[in-house]
């Protein structure tokens, strides 16, 4: 009883600490544990775990099967004693009975991963089909697993790739994407420990930073793309087509490395029976593969890194009728650069990217699997999202399963602000509203107004949806307008350095901000992730004297938000006042608004911009 009153004492404190910012339970005891720092830092204790993988598998379209074995060594640098591991196996998602949160039909289904074999520290153990478990698999392990020690697993291990493409599968009989297609060790973290929440094929995911070496045996005449370093294309790749590729690593000129006709003409890879593709990525949270004997292949590279003149390579793999995909390598070296040098203006920490026709419109490490649309600015809107992700969650570890507001949110952030340099401010605006917004602000059911840091692997619909997109975008954005770009950009890089190649949770994000503002920004983070608000704002009176005007604005909805206040005087001459959020800090349900001079006032406008208003009819006011 003494040391459970001990313990609740001491959340107590860190809650006094944190400045009454909720905190779970199990995060608070993170913090009082000291892996986890009320400055936004790391704590002093702070531990990641980390795996070494090897990994080979071998593909022979048109049939289905993948085959794969592997060598991980696990490392526990955590401080517990791990009596078992959890494996995490996400191609399970496709058998039937598995839990999903959509409908699918049958060819999405499949029997689902066989393990062939499974070896813990040369010991072969017994792996049984538990139905029980899906895509999360408790392995007891033969001698428990102590802090500082390693593990090492062997595992082999077949399936079939689904018919039905969407994040991963096939793109057609000789084209497959590969994703979540090894059994990994899944995370064990400072405040949940072992993640072991079922994949719905909705949430997406939460992995370690590792290190990888990966080989993929495919028949002459396919071309493998991967995440990471192709280690050998002068043994996969014919000499001209080697040459093409290098020559792409160190030009801005797009260079087309292996048509159509070149590739019908069965020339373009090495010519042995089987050719294996080479591939290494350390520090990286998983690994893709996308492989086809069909698909096109340009490539260029981009300065990414104004200081030190460093490259990195953009290339594409799609169908030559794919017409949008012909501008793909310019739409990604752009982003490139664009996100490297402006927003977050970081430069993109890989050596490549490659974007591949596909159906998913999805993000992996140095991968992206897009869409081909007739609407050149839509594929380049959704190539610029995806790519924008490679900050979070890839530089940054986020847990997307349950904060996808972490990710998602600033991806989609980033895309606006993108989208301001490529299209302008009227089309950014009117797309970003249309595309991520207009949903949730006029939908007024419950689900749409549950506080963003609601977690993501308890959400559905438009709940999941509009808190991890266009909700938390907002919130970073009228961050980004009431700090100023200045300070915004020095919090925001802050808290990247401290935690890329990490595991950042909420609560680092609002600490960090905190701590480098200067400011206590406690307020705004309760309004905007914590409580149940929405965006609606409403004048309520209009007062004038001898010597200014006083306008009277409420907060119906919660949310502070930034508006403008246009105003045209009687005398037919007209101003315009920026509000930033700061406005609702001292009270978050109504403020005051004082235009000096003696002037009357005509006619009052708060315009919300793309803080859409849910009721507009109360944005006006006109003088009798």
């Not at 022979?60 to 995490?88: C, F, H, M, W």
């Not at 689904?162 to 405040?191: C, I, N, W």
């Not at 190649?501 to 309004?527: A, C, E, M, Q, R």
Request: aromatic share 14%.
């Amino acid at each position: 009883m003494r040391l459970a009153l001990v313990s609740l004492l001491s959340i107590f404190l860190l809650q006094a600490i944190a400045q009454n910012l909720y905190m779970p339970r199990n995060v608070a005891q993170a913090y009082l544990r000291e892996t986890r720092s009320t400055t936004g830092k790391p704590g002093n204790k702070y531990w990641q775990n980390y795996g070494r993988y090897t990994i080979s598998i071998s593909a022979q379209p048109p049939n289905r099967t993948i085959k794969g074995t592997e060598d991980i060594a696990y490392y526990n640098r955590s401080n517990d004693t791990l009596s078992y591991i959890v494996i995490r196996i996400i191609p399970n998602i496709h058998r039937a009975g598995a839990v999903r949160f959509a409908p699918v039909d049958s060819t999405y289904l499949t029997s689902g991963v066989h393990i062939d074999s499974f070896v813990i520290n040369g010991m072969l153990q017994p792996w049984e089909e538990d139905y029980f478990h899906n895509t999360v698999y408790p392995v007891k392990l033969p001698a428990a697993l102590r802090p500082g020690d390693s593990v090492h697993l062997n595992v082999a291990w077949h399936y079939n790739m689904s018919l039905k493409s969407g994040r991963e599968g096939m793109l057609d009989s000789t084209t497959f994407y590969l994703a979540y297609f090894y059994p990994r060790v899944s995370v064990y973290d400072d405040y949940n420990g072992w993640d072991d929440v079922e994949f719905t094929d909705i949430q997406e995911f939460y992995n370690d930073f590792n290190d990888y070496t990966l080989s993929v045996s495919v028949p002459k005449n396919y071309i493998v793309w991967a995440t990471g370093t192709l280690q050998n294309p002068d043994a996969v790749l014919q000499p001209l087509y080697n040459k093409r590729l290098q020559t792409s690593m160190t030009t801005d000129s797009v260079i087309h490395i292996a048509t159509l006709q070149e590739l019908m003409s069965k020339k373009v890879t090495a010519q042995n029976k089987m050719n294996t593709w080479r591939w290494k990525a350390d520090n990286i949270s998983d690994m893709t593969v996308a492989i086809s004997d069909h698909y096109v292949w340009d490539a260029s590279s981009v300065v990414v890194d104004t200081a030190t003149h460093r490259r990195a390579s953009m290339q594409a793999a799609f169908n030559d009728t794919a017409q949008d995909f012909h501008h793909m390598v310019e739409f990604g070296k752009d982003a490139l650069g664009w996100l490297s040098r402006n927003w977050p203006g970081v430069p993109y920490p890989f050596p490549k990217m490659t974007a591949v026709q596909g159906y998913a419109d999805m993000e992996y490490p140095m991968m992206i699997n897009d869409s081909h649309t007739p609407n050149l600015d839509f594929t380049r809107f959704v190539a610029e999202h995806e790519i924008a992700h490679t900050y979070f969650p890839f530089y940054m570890g986020i847990n997307e399963t349950r904060y996808p507001f972490m990710d998602e949110g600033w991806a989609t952030t980033f895309e606006y602000l993108i989208g301001l340099n490529d299209v302008g401010k009227e089309r950014a605006d009117d797309l970003y509203k249309n595309f991520r917004i207009v949903n949730w602000i006029y939908d007024p059911s419950d689900d749409e107004d549950l506080p963003i840091i609601t977690p993501g692997n308890v959400l559905r619909g438009n709940g999941y949806g509009n808190n991890a997109y266009g909700k938390p975008s907002l919130a970073y954005l009228a961050t980004k307008d009431m700090l100023g770009d200045t300070l915004f950009r020095k919090c925001l890089h802050e808290y990247m350095d401290r935690w890329h190649g990490k595991h950042p949770i909420p609560w680092d994000f609002f600490f960090t901000f905190n701590d480098v503002s200067g400011k206590n920004l406690n307020w705004f983070w309760n309004n905007w992730f914590f409580s149940n608000g929405y965006i609606d704002i409403a004048i309520q009176n209009v007062s004038h004297n001898q010597n200014d005007n006083t306008i009277f604005v409420q907060n119906i909805g919660g949310f502070p938000v930034p508006f403008d206040v246009r105003i045209r005087y009687a005398d037919g001459t007209t101003d315009s006042l920026h509000q930033t959020a700061a406005i609702w800090s001292t009270n978050q349900k109504a403020v005051t608004i004082t235009v000096t001079g003696s002037k009357p006032i005509q006619a009052i406008q708060l315009d919300n911009g793309i803080f859409m208003d849910a009721s507009e009819k109360d944005n006006y006011w006109r003088g009798k």
